[in-house]
């Protein structure tokens, strides 16, 4: 069974910077891919970074393009999130997932497991 825990929320100011982890557990040969999501009150989890987990594909919502940075170590079974020029439209909670046949990226509902997210507030 897969767990999937995130860290490394908190609150920043605008233009300042966080790093997420996120440390999962129970990953085997068939994971293909690892993402994060955020949702912000009232409104639809979105897609915002994920990373094929054997080849190291990264994918970007246009929104964190040249801000964000996901990157992960297969020997930690850890995934990253740099996030840079923090905005306050990204404050939400950041969710991890996980996905074993994974062929749209920024698909919500091709990502088997979830973490329990982290919160991330920007400052205005």
């Known amino acids: 069974q897969v767990q999937l825990v995130e860290s490394g929320g908190g609150l920043v100011q605008a233009g300042g910077s966080l790093r997420l982890s996120c440390a999962a557990s129970?990953?085997?040969?068939?994971?293909?891919?690892m993402g994060w999501f955020r949702q912000a009150p009232g409104k639809e989890r979105e897609f915002v970074a994920a990373?094929?987990?054997?080849?190291?594909?990264?994918y970007y919502a246009d929104s964190v393009k040249g801000r964000f940075t996901i990157s992960k170590d297969n020997a930690k079974n850890t995934v990253y999130l740099q996030m840079n020029s923090l905005k306050p439209e990204d404050t939400a909670s950041y969710y991890c997932?996980?996905?074993?046949?994974?062929?749209?990226?920024?698909?919500?509902?091709?990502?088997?497991?979830w973490g329990q997210g982290t919160q991330v507030t920007v400052s205005s």
């Open positions: 997932a996980t996905g074993r046949f994974v062929s749209g990226l920024g698909e919500a509902n091709e990502y088997d497991d």
């Open positions: 990373v094929r987990w054997r080849g190291g594909d990264t």
């Open positions: 129970g990953l085997t040969f068939s994971t293909d891919a």
